[in-house]
Antibody, heavy 119, light 107 residues
Framework: QVQLQESGPGLVKPSQTLSLTCTVS??????????WSWIRQPAGKGLEWIGR???????NYNPSLKSRVTISMDTSKNQFSLKLNSVTAADTAMYFC???????????WGQGTLVTVSS | EIVMAQSPATLSVSPGERATLSCRAT??????LAWYQQRPGQAPRLLIY???TRATGIPARFSGSGSGTEFTLTISSLQSEDFAVYYC??????????FGQGTRLEI
């Protein structure tokens, strides 16, 4: 079955760029049946959808983060990536990648990776 | 933005009892609603989509109902592994997905 695994630095300095990669196994991100999303969760808080990408390269972003977010994909590596620039402490969170059905629910999810923004 | 409000924030129930969790949307989302379970230290797991369709492998004790703005997740006979946080999510506004703040189900 499809599995997703996030990777990237666990510590990012304020004002710098957060960069994460999600590696997909057991399925192809080139599938036209799915999108691929990033979602985050500050400690002890709820879930916030960040954005998604389709195999064509088209993207959708949460309007609240749109000015700072870029999601891209590398089909040769079966990976998609998140870049969030100008980070602050408010961006400290667990970051999850997930397969996004064309309808809009998420299944499955990666295990998540904790990113702390601190100097 | 469609805001999803879950109630109660915390629900205390005994094993074997029935739990009823609520989710309300600030505008109609038709049946474009999903439920997730998140155990401590784990990623969310899809339970229900389309407001009432169980995801693959989800036990029959989990059921979802509702449409429009009012939704319910019912767990008919609580097992120890069901004590977790539950989130609802609307995907009616596909360009701005939103989640509820969660309901913690505790013993």
């Amino acid at each position: 079955q499809v599995q997703l695994q996030e990777s990237g630095p666990g510590l990012v300095k304020p004002s710098q760029t957060l960069s994460l990669t999600c590696t997909v196994s057991g399925g192809s991100i080139s599938s036209t049946s799915y999108y691929w999303s990033w979602i985050r969760q500050p400690a002890g808080k709820g879930l916030e959808w960040i954005g998604r990408i389709f195999t064509s390269g088209s993207t959708n972003y949460n309007p609240s983060l749109k000015s700072r977010v870029t999601i891209s994909m590398d089909t040769s590596k079966n990976q998609f990536s998140l870049k969030l620039n100008s980070v602050t402490a408010a961006d400290t969170a667990m970051y999850f990648c997930a397969r996004d059905t064309v309808t809009g629910w998420f299944d499955p999810w990666g295990q998540g990776t904790l990113v702390t923004v601190s100097s | 933005e469609i805001v999803m409000a879950q109630s109660p924030a915390t629900l205390s129930v005994s094993p074997g009892e029935r739990a009823t969790l609520s989710c309300r949307a600030t505008q109609s989302v038709n049946n474009n609603l999903a439920w997730y379970q998140q155990r401590p230290g784990q990623a969310p797991r899809l339970l229900i989509y389309g407001a009432s369709t169980r995801a693959t492998g989800i036990p029959a004790r989990f059921s979802g109902s509702g449409s429009g703005t009012e939704f319910t997740l019912t767990i008919s006979s609580l097992q120890s592994e069901d004590f977790a946080v539950y989130y609802c999510q609307q995907y009616y506004d596909w360009l701005q997905i939103t989640f509820g703040q969660g309901t913690r189900l505790e013993i």
